[in-house]
């Protein structure tokens, strides 16, 4: 691309290599962005601990106020860095222990099970497992080697007369490459699951528990998974395709430029394939989109309310497009059709999916493209259009992003009875990708939320650490002081509740 086209496609993005670069390294500091103060039951907190693999903390977010103080140090004020660690369940010794490490790389928390629609009748018992077999180990790409093992199960039980038929809504949170589906047994028989994909939030959101409970308290995140946004519902859209581009033999920065008219008070243009765009206003707004010949695959540029006006195609020396520079013998094909937005958005994403995966692969590469072209209606990335009309800076905003995807499962539980429900699956852990003096840099984080997001009355909840035994756990927390070891919590005992719980690993 020569740099005048790269100009043309930073105008388009915003987004200058320095900052994408500065992007994949930035700390998140821990704050609360765009989302609903979680109401949380502040008489809740006691908690029963039996030997705490887990230990009760402020979050996977960023930075404390103590950190803030100290210029970010994770520290105390000489600058130390984070608190001791503790060897298979043997406590540190630290008088100035640092809490809540910030991760640049959140994975999301572990859910728990709830019900489409809420029923009295049914009261839950859980014990959640964190498998540690492998940690550590060698794997083909190194964020897998801090993957653990997860059993979620539920005892499910019915205390009316008659049965009760119930769909079970198992969520997983995540991004696309670290997703894992569960997989999720009813009295040991293995049950097949519909899916239904949430709709995407920041890695700054996602990087604190209280937006995940704050995002899973809002009945209308659930509601659009399951039923699809109905912004999305018969949006009609008018698709223009370039295809079959030519140029001269080579000249490799020959471009090929669709030029036309339009109201941007009428219409909302949207475009994939397209290296480039240029955007003029005066009587009429005059668009560009451009891209090389060379690159070749179909070009879409997607419509939605009042059509453009005078499309037509034309060839330029290079991506500037300048007046002057035009060529007669770089051509293609322009083609109209119309069609639905959601079909519109899947052509697009369906094309654009094997580049996203460049780089580190999915976990699990069939689920990952089945959640991307779900999420493609979920994310509603025509929304985005007036910060970037480039659906492929949508798609890897979509790819990167944490979600939850609910599992569902109908079940019947006998009158009076019980069924067991167990999901089983693997878990990513949060990471830093920062700067390799970052003083948690070596840390692993794992979350759990209690009730966050469900609808069922639990009558107790246990999380159990196995298969840990060389695993050294962290032990640093300023404000708790709890035991570290690698027996079990009691995370509710059917009176009182915590509705988080967090476990640091050291690599």
Not at 45 to 66: P, T
Not at 167 to 182: E, H, I, W
Not at 366 to 392: G, I, K, N, Y
């Amino acid at each position: 691309m020569s740099r005048r086209s790269e100009v043309i496609f930073e105008a388009v993005t915003e987004l200058k290599d320095d900052l994408i670069e500065a992007a994949q390294t930035y700390r998140f500091v821990r704050r609360r962005v765009g989302l609903r103060r979680w109401a949380a039951l502040a008489a809740c907190l006691a908690v029963v601990i039996g030997l705490g693999a887990l230990f009760a903390s402020g979050g996977l977010g960023g930075m404390s106020a103590d950190m803030a103080a100290n210029g970010g140090d994770a520290g105390g004020s000489d600058g130390s860095s984070w608190g001791d660690t503790q060897e298979n369940g043997t406590a540190a010794d630290e008088e100035t222990i640092a809490s809540e490490p910030s991760f640049t790389d959140p994975a999301g928390p572990i859910l728990s099970l709830t019900l489409r629609e809420q029923n009295d009748a049914v009261t839950a018992e859980r014990t959640v497992a964190l498998d540690f077999t492998g940690y550590g180990e060698d794997t083909d790409t190194w964020e897998d080697r801090w993957r653990i093992g997860v059993t979620d199960r539920y005892t499910l039980t019915n205390s009316a007369d008659t049965d009760q038929t119930v769909t079970l809504l198992y969520p997983v949170a995540g991004n696309l490459r670290d997703l894992d589906a569960p997989a999720i047994t009813i009295d040991g028989e293995t049950a097949a699951a519909d899916m239904a994909v949430g709709a995407a939030m920041s890695r700054e959101e996602s990087a604190m528990w209280e937006n995940w409970a704050e995002l899973l308290a809002d009945e209308g995140y659930l509601s659009a998974a399951l039923d699809g946004p109905e912004e999305l519902s018969g949006m009609e859209a008018i698709v223009y395709t370039v295809s079959g581009q030519r140029g001269p033999a080579g000249e490799d920065a020959a471009t090929l430029a669709l030029e036309f008219t339009y109201d941007p008070a009428e219409t909302t243009v949207l475009q994939y394939g397209f290296q480039g765009m240029s955007r003029e206003t005066g009587d009429v707004t005059h668009y560009t989109a451009s891209g090389s010949v060379s690159d070749g695959g179909d070009w879409l540029l997607i419509v939605l309310g009042e059509d453009i006006e005078n499309p037509r195609l034309q060839g330029y020396e290079d991506g500037g497009c300048d007046p002057g520079e035009e060529l007669s013998n770089v051509t293609g094909t322009l083609s109209r059709r119309e069609t639905t937005l959601a079909e519109a958005l899947r052509q697009a994403a369906e094309d654009c999916w094997d580049s996203l995966t460049g780089g580190r692969k999915a976990y699990d590469a069939d689920l990952a493209r089945a959640v991307f072209l779900a999420a493609v209606e979920a994310d509603q990335m025509w929304r985005r259009a007036e910060q970037s009309p480039s659906l492929e800076h949508s798609f890897a905003w979509s790819r990167e992003w944490c979600r939850v995807v609910w599992f569902t499962v109908e079940v019947t539980i006998p009158a009076g009875g019980s069924v067991e429900v167990e999901a089983a699956y693997t878990k990513a852990a949060s990471l830093n990708r920062g700067p390799s003096d970052l003083a948690d840099k070596d840390l692993c984080g794992y979350e759990i939320l209690t009730q966050a997001g469900s609808n069922l009355t639990f009558t107790g909840q246990t999380a159990r650490v196995v298969n840990g035994e060389e695993v050294t756990l962290w032990a640093g927390s300023a404000d708790q002081n709890d035991t570290l070891g690698l027996g079990e919590t009691v995370m509710n005992d059917g009176i009182f509740t915590r509705e988080y719980y967090a476990l640091y690993t050291c690599q």
